[in-house]
Structures are given as structure tokens and as C-alpha cells.
């Protein structure tokens, strides 16, 4: 039996391991504010409004993103292997 919950391919990010439908609408959400304040969509636009560009964009993985929980995860094991040494 999958324990895993289903993942809404409307709603997640393609290279999100998680696929945090959370992380999609905060990633779209800034972005649909960059956009709104004059920084130019990748896609073509064709009377789009910017939420909807934005929410595209980052569907198609076109939105970079930085998960900083992971990095510190990342920073934290590799400060606890440099005092191991």
C-alpha cells in the first residue's frame, strides 16, 4: 500500500521531490508579484492575467526556486562531518 499522498501534477513543481502543492503556490505567488511589478514573463503572453503566467511558469519548471530547509539540512551535515574529522 502507497503511503505516500497523491501528488496534483496542476499543482506541483516538476524537479520537487516532495511535490508540495504548498511549495507550488509560494513559488507562483512570488513570482506572480515580479511579474505584476513590471519583470517580463518567459512565456509568450497573450492577455494572460499575471497569477495565471505565473502559476504556468512555474508548472513547466521555468521558475527557479531555492529550498533553504534542504540547503540547511545540507550545511548542518556537512559542518557535523568537518568536526568529526
Not at 496534483?8 to 524537479?15: G, L, T
Not at 503556490?25 to 503566467?53: C, D, E, H, W, Y
Request: proline share 6%; no cysteine; hydrophobic share 35%.
Amino acid at each position: 500500500m502507497d503511503i505516500r499522498p497523491r501528488v496534483n501534477a496542476m499543482h506541483s513543481i516538476p524537479d520537487d521531490a516532495d511535490g508540495s502543492t504548498y511549495r507550488f503556490i509560494i513559488v507562483s505567488a512570488k513570482r506572480a508579484r515580479q511579474l505584476q511589478n513590471g519583470q517580463r514573463s518567459v512565456l509568450p503572453a497573450t492577455n494572460k492575467k499575471p497569477t495565471t503566467l505565473a502559476m504556468e511558469e512555474t508548472r513547466r519548471g521555468l521558475v527557479p526556486y531555492t529550498d533553504l530547509a534542504q540547503e540547511e539540512a545540507l550545511q548542518q551535515a556537512q559542518d557535523r562531518a568537518a568536526a568529526a574529522e
